[in-house]
């Protein structure tokens, strides 16, 4: 018996195969991408001749806006007209979902080009190497207020981190849901809720009991900051501890070792990647802190290396003081502030990458 090829389905098989996009019912891929930039080139066009009329500058924000809606409707009604309607819905989702995504990074860029363009001329050797001590305008730097956000930063991590691990374990592993758990949980909650201005003013009370009204110190700082933490530090744990597999804590029971052997061998390396993320997450929302710092431990433009005696500074209220109690001249005060800023923000970013090789090195390998 032979078998005829059809001649006809052959070559309209060939032609679908090699035909472009526009003729088998798929946009091709350059398409989503032309259509946004031209979308932006006829709204910026068109906001460059209103402007033009006008007499005033064009508005950038509001073309880009008016460009991205142009093309969420082009692709919508260009997808549905060639892929069929449910294929132009999820074109459509997916546009609005990047955009929301570019939106969200604008205030961050923003601000990171801002500190950036406005810092780093500020920074010197002299900026990272001396104090404030007896200056006054032009010069001096933020070495005192480095130290002291280093030292205070310390302080509250070795105070909040072992009391949120610690909480944590209790809460996952021995509380199970008891009503000592249930009323610590919910303290938790309110915990993360609460004032950085409040964290302060209880730490500022505590002390002044002991100390007497006006007590100033580092180690009151750090108090402060530690309760700011311990929320972040409980819940990231939690969340964590929940993740590791019931099975390994039945294999290590079944096997013989204790609940407490098994927990330090076996629950906390599963979970050491996800827990020191969330505990480098607190050391980000405290470092940064300006109120409660400037309450308890008070503002110096000298250095000071003891927690526990005198005024320290920090890099969040020199920032504040430079910016705030401005001399002559302005600039090297503002100057000054920015850079004390870039600082911060290089420092939070220091200890993150730190925190990411920590999780690395320590997280449990899978291979073989």
Known sequence: MSTTLNPTRSSSSSSSATGNGLTNGRLPAWAPWALLAGALIVSFAAFGIMAGASGTGINIAGAAVVGVLLFLLLIFTISSIVEGRRKAVDRLVTG????????????????????????????????FSSSMRNVTGEGGGALHAIIGTLLITLAAAVISIPIGIFTAIYLIEYGKDNRLARGITFLVDVMTGIPSIVAGLFAFALFAIFFGPGVRLGIVGSVALAV???????????????LVPNELREAAYALGVPKWLTIAKVVLPTAIAGITTGVMLSISR??????????TAGATASM?????????????????????????????????????????????????????????????????
Not at 286 to 295: F, K, Y
């Open 228 to 242: 700011l933490m311990i929320p972040v530090v409980v819940r990231s744990t939690e969340e964590m501890l929940r």
């Open 304 to 368: 000071n290396y003891d927690l526990f005696s005198g005024r320290m500074a920090s890099l969040p209220v020199f920032t504040y003081t430079q910016y705030m109690n401005q001399g002559i001249p302005a600039e090297a005060y503002v100057g000054r502030a920015w850079a004390a800023a870039l600082a911060l923000i290089v420092i939070v970013m220091l200890l993150n990458i730190v925190a990411r090789v920590i999780a690395r090195v320590f997280a449990p390998k899978t291979g073989r």
């Open 96 to 127: 609005i979902v990047s955009s929301a995504f570019a939106l969200a990074m604008v205030p961050l860029v923003s601000v990171a080009v801002t500190v950036i363009v406005a810092g780093a001329p500020n920074w010197s050797v002299e900026f």
């Open 286 to 295: 405290v470092i940064g802190e300006t109120a409660p710092l400037l309450i």
